[in-house]
């Protein structure tokens, strides 16, 4: 009974692990389609979406099993607990994904990228927040989690400067209003694959540490 339990837990970290790492590569080509003009690229982040989802299902599927047959207890129920967690939160960052590659479509049509310089500097922020997040999760390293909380600050900023400058910009006409609502909507995704990466890391310290962190806590 023991192992089949341990394999469980091996197959629900298995499952974790791919539908991370496709989480990861969704951000990544969408921001790359959105810098690079990439129209064909955006296409395929949208369409690998699906994938994510299946895979989403798949783990919540798996856990519950786990829940309801094996019965875990203390660490080992904190981790099956936070897998479910995770895995709704992966799932999230990849409709966020779709998001950024659906606008990186539409402002391909566009001469130049307003505020891109600030735009692509918080797309890096965001993208090695989730980088970490599914490393602390995979190596349920709380000290890796606690960094990443620490560094939603940086990208919160952006996202108000960023939208302070195209409200100005567009309000002076030097921003054309279509791109403008585009690159808010861009940062407005990335703050939230930030927060998201940011509940990841809460669950890993509550998985690691049974602490619960949200809310400032």
């Known amino acids: 009974m023991h192992k089949v339990f341990e394999q469980s837990l091996n197959q629900l970290q298995e499952v974790m692990s791919r539908l991370a790492a496709q989480t990861e590569n969704c951000v990544i080509d969408a921001i790359e389609a959105l810098k690079k003009r990439d129209v064909a690229l955006a296409k395929s982040v949208i369409e690998r979406d699906e994938q994510v989802d299946r895979m989403d299902i798949n783990a919540d599927s798996l856990a519950s099993t786990i829940l309801a047959r094996q019965q875990p207890v203390a660490s080992d129920l904190r981790f099956v607990i936070g897998a479910m967690k995770i895995a709704n939160d992966l799932e999230r960052i990849g409709d966020h994904a779709v998001n950024i590659a659906e606008s990186a479509i539409t402002l391909s ?77 861009v940062c407005k995704n990335l703050e939230r694959i930030a927060d998201l990466s940011v509940n990841i890391a809460e669950d890993v310290i509550y998985i690691h540490d049974g602490k619960f962190v949200r809310h400032g806590h």
């Open 109 to 185: 049509s566009f001469p130049i990228i307003p505020e891109s310089d600030n735009l692509f500097y918080m797309a890096a922020l965001a993208r090695e927040m989730l980088l970490a997040a599914t490393e602390c999760f995979s190596e349920r390293n709380a000290v890796i989690a606690r960094g990443v909380i620490n560094s939603d600050v940086e990208v919160d900023e952006y996202n108000k400067l960023i939208t302070q400058n195209l409200i100005e910009g567009m309000s002076a006409q030097t921003i054309e209003v279509k791109a403008g609502m585009e690159v808010a909507r």
